[in-house]
């Protein structure tokens, strides 16, 4: 008893202490689960509003040779064959050679779907077009990339196949780094030894070491 009367006034001060140290943690506790919480917020409303800046609605109108041809709400991020699924699909007489199905939609877009016969009009003139209210036809620069795409494809077919003792010269040339000199050496080279064995035995050949044996090894078999 004595004891406590003596040091009573400094006890009181400890608790004191550690209650309002209690207080404050709490609060601290507390505003930085607010601010965690006010982040997390701010981070999902940028997420939903770069949603909605990327996907828009859009209007187009639909015509021509679908079923149910109208004006329909979809998104920016629809294709034209979304739209004419919308509108119900394309109907028997349809031909959709000159449109651009995988054209993404524009707000105010014009969708018109021809039929075989008046596709087949526009052939008696040789030629396709389409008149500019209609904003998914095929355009020039479409044709242009589909035949550089098809051209390279054609090329890798022919580069895949290149069979050195049996392609001629002109074969050999689609190799890359063989030109006309290389093509002839290489001729020159199996008709004077036979054929190639391996692959490899390709640099054998005068003027082909080994950075280009590098580039050609995977297109060429024996």
């Known amino acids: 008893m ?4 003596r040091h009573k006034g400094k006890f009181f001060i400890l608790i004191f202490l550690i209650f309002t140290g209690y207080i404050i943690f709490d609060t601290y506790s507390i505003q930085e689960s607010q601010n965690v919480k006010e982040t997390s917020n701010k981070v999902e409303d940028i997420s939903k509003k770069e949603e909605k800046t990327e996907i828009n609605k859009v209007i187009v109108d639909i015509k021509g040779e679908v079923n149910t041809p109208g004006v329909y709400e979809l998104t920016s991020d629809d294709t034209v064959m979304k739209a004419i699924d919308k509108a ?6 349809s031909d959709t050679s000159n449109i651009n ?3 993404k ?5 014009v969708i018109i779907v021809y039929s075989k016969a008046e596709i087949q009009e526009m052939k008696k003139e040789n030629q396709i077009v389409c008149p500019p ?4 036809c095929v355009t020039e620069e479409d044709e242009k990339a589909k035949l550089e795409e098809e051209t390279s494809k054609d090329k890798d ?3 895949d196949k290149v ?3 049996t392609s001629d010269e002109t074969v050999l040339q689609t190799l890359n780094g063989i030109g006309e000199a290389k093509a002839k050496a290489i001729i020159e080279y199996r008709n004077q030894n ?3 064995k391996t692959i490899e035995d390709i640099k054998n050949v005068p003027g082909i070491g080994d950075s280009i044996y590098e580039k050609i090894k995977d297109n060429i078999t024996v």
């Open 2 to 5: 004595t004891f406590l009367k």
């Open 101 to 103: 199905l995988s054209k």
């Open 194 to 196: 036979g054929k190639f």
């Open 157 to 159: 077919t022919i580069i």
């Open 133 to 136: 209210c209609n904003d998914v």
């Open 88 to 93: 119900g699909g394309l109907t028997k007489n």
């Open 105 to 109: 939609l524009e707000d105010e877009m």
């Open 163 to 165: 069979n050195i003792n």
